[in-house]
């Protein structure tokens, strides 16, 4: 899915998410006022983020290669608006 250049990071990170893992759980937190000043923040106040997805796309895989699909569907993002990601991957039933 392709946001406008205006979207919110947080909004096209959860759009990317959803399009490309189907989620059955997901929180995006925008944690770039913990990193103002910081390198890396850029002062757009969208820089740092972090999420939390659960979803059936990781079953039977690793957390390295759990975090490898979540960095593919987001690349673009990372590449150009997204300094720092922190992330928690699970499949459904996982804690």
């Keep these: 899915m392709n946001q ?3 979207a919110s990071v947080e909004a096209a990170i959860t759009a990317r998410l959803h ?3 189907a989620p059955t759980h997901l929180i995006v937190a925008n944690e770039s006022h913990l990193h103002a000043g910081h390198l890396g923040d ?3 106040g969208e820089s740092h983020f972090a999420v939390e997805v ?3 796309a ?3 895989l690793n957390r390295v290669a759990r975090q490898r699909l979540v960095n593919q569907a987001l690349a673009e993002l990372l590449a ?3 300094h720092a990601l922190r992330m928690k991957v699970r499949a ?3 804690s």
Excluded: N, W, Y
Aim: net charge negative.
């Design 92 to 94: 459904p039933g996982e």
């Design 80 to 82: 150009t608006r997204i």
């Design 4 to 6: 406008p250049a205006t």
């Design 54 to 56: 659960e979803s059936a």
């Design 19 to 21: 399009d490309a893992l």
């Design 58 to 60: 990781f079953a039977g």
């Design 42 to 44: 850029d002062g757009s």
